[in-house]
């Protein structure tokens, strides 16, 4: 008997977060999906034709329908699902939510900025990652509070994925520390239970993997530019 | 119904997303213009994070990002609804959105910088129109919203009436009208809607405001 076509499947690639993002959302919902991975140097044409304008992952295919954008699979998912909501229902504080999952968008490119580069280039790319981290540390995480979504994390935790693993690992292989445990406390206390949650820890790239992509993709990119 | 204050700037196409917003579902605000030379305590107040502009004031808290306040502005007043119902579409608009969010910039960037930075600019800005053209906008449709205006169309705002003003100013080509037919239907159906005319600013206003920026920047590159 043919198996069902699976009627959720994620296009994603190991070393992205965004992928995670997706990732983590949908096993918290516990929604069942196929995941493909996806051979960045040699796109699949079904990549290519559920993100013709990006050509990026992650993708989300529900009944044949593409999704892109992490921030948009993530809010299709909490509207399709709604059970174990992933955002507050308060218009305002969803609105607080967004905020800061669209900084988090927007700012997390610093970090993966940090391996691409070298030089004044990463200077101030660690320069954009501290002011990133101070701006979370002094308004966007509140003093008792486990999480950014309370005493369970909501899409906003997802959001910071990068910040929450991708950071220490290019800290660690670029040689830098900018994420300071004396200067950062609430946030480092919000990676330890970010880390501690089941989800998260079981479905996270691992740490020497990772570096040996880094540095594979480092040596490229700054060949590339000395040509 | 709670008061409502919008902290903006008048030459920003992301404060003329929230005053589109506010004026197609009616909603009375109070407006505040914001000196961008010398922010308010209160801007400093409401946006910590970035102290930008537009900032939405309802009832006494800020919602900032001009993508959250249009959200936030749906969800409170539902009437007109500014996004699609379905799940699906409404994820392919918000797409779109954030898109628009993030390839605006370059239009912004045109007129600050010159020389062979501003090639590289318009030729990204380029590349976006291109995009819209072929993935963004359907043959037939009006507007990205259907027959109606929607939260896309207004998202695009910069490229309807923004695009325009800054190639005069710095001379620059990046839209043609007979390379994106869709494009320039949709900005002159757009710039048609009543609420729309009402909120974009004043053409020769903007092009006195750009002209004066583009010569100070070259002034200040050939000091």
């Not at chain 1, 967004?98 to 391996?115: Q, V």
């Not at chain 1, 002011?131 to 003093?143: F, H, K, R, S, V």
């Not at chain 2, 605000?29 to 910590?48: A, G, I, V």
Request: negative net charge; proline residues 6%; charged residues 25%.
């Amino acid at each position: 008997m043919a198996e069902a076509e699976a009627v959720v499947k994620l296009l994603g690639a190991w070393l992205s977060p965004y992928c995670y993002r997706v990732i983590w959302a949908l096993k918290l919902k516990a929604i069942p999906y196929e995941y493909i991975e996806e051979d960045l140097s040699a796109k699949s044409p079904l990549l290519l034709q559920s993100n013709p304008v990006h050509k990026k992952v992650p993708v989300l295919i529900h009944d044949g329908k593409p999704i892109s954008e992490s921030t948009v699979i993530l809010r299709y998912i909490e509207e399709i699902w709604p059970h174990n909501p992933s955002l507050p229902t308060d218009p305002y504080d969803k609105a607080v939510a967004l905020f800061w999952i669209k900084f988090a968008d927007d700012k997390s490119p610093s970090i993966s900025k940090l391996y691409r580069s070298d030089g004044e280039e990463q200077q101030q790319a660690a320069k954009e990652c501290s002011e990133m981290l101070e701006a979370m540390e002094e308004q966007g995480l509140i003093e008792g509070k486990k999480f950014f979504g309370g005493d369970e994390i909501n899409m906003v935790d997802i959001a910071f994925c990068s910040v929450a693993h991708w950071l220490g690992v290019i800290e660690e292989f670029a040689g830098l520390k900018i994420l300071e445990p004396h200067r950062f406390p609430k946030l480092s206390s919000w990676i330890q239970n970010f880390k501690s949650v089941p989800v998260i820890k079981e479905n996270l790239p691992h740490r020497d993997k990772m570096i040996a992509l880094l540095k594979r993709r480092r040596e490229v990119l700054l060949a590339s530019k000395s040509n | 119904m709670a008061a409502v204050k919008l902290l903006g700037a008048w030459v920003s196409p992301y404060n003329c997303r929230v005053i589109c917003a506010l004026k197609l579902k009616g909603i009375a605000y109070e407006y505040m213009e914001e000196d961008l030379l010398n922010k308010s305590p209160l801007l400093l107040q409401y946006n910590p994070v970035h102290k930008k502009i537009p900032v939405l004031v309802h009832g006494g808290r800020s919602i900032c990002e001009s993508a959250v306040i249009l959200r936030y502005i749906d969800e409170t007043w539902p009437e007109n609804p500014l996004l699609p119902a379905d799940p699906y579409e409404r994820a392919v608009a918000l797409f779109w959105i954030k898109f628009a969010d993030d390839t605006t910039f370059p239009i912004a960037m045109m007129y600050l910088i010159t020389g062979e930075e501003q090639k590289k600019a318009a030729k990204e800005c380029s590349e976006m129109l291109e995009t819209i053209e072929e993935h963004g906008l359907v043959e037939g449709k009006k507007f990205f919203g259907g027959d109606e205006i929607n939260m896309v169309d207004i998202a695009f705002c910069s490229v309807a009436h923004w695009l325009g003003v800054i190639e005069e100013v710095t001379g620059l080509k990046a839209f043609e009208p007979h390379k994106f037919p869709k494009l320039n239907s949709w900005i002159l159906n757009f710039k048609s809607v009543p609420v729309i005319k009402e909120s974009l600013p004043d053409i020769e206003t903007m092009l006195a405001f750009f002209k004066g920026r583009r010569e100070m920047v070259l002034a200040s590159k050939s000091s």
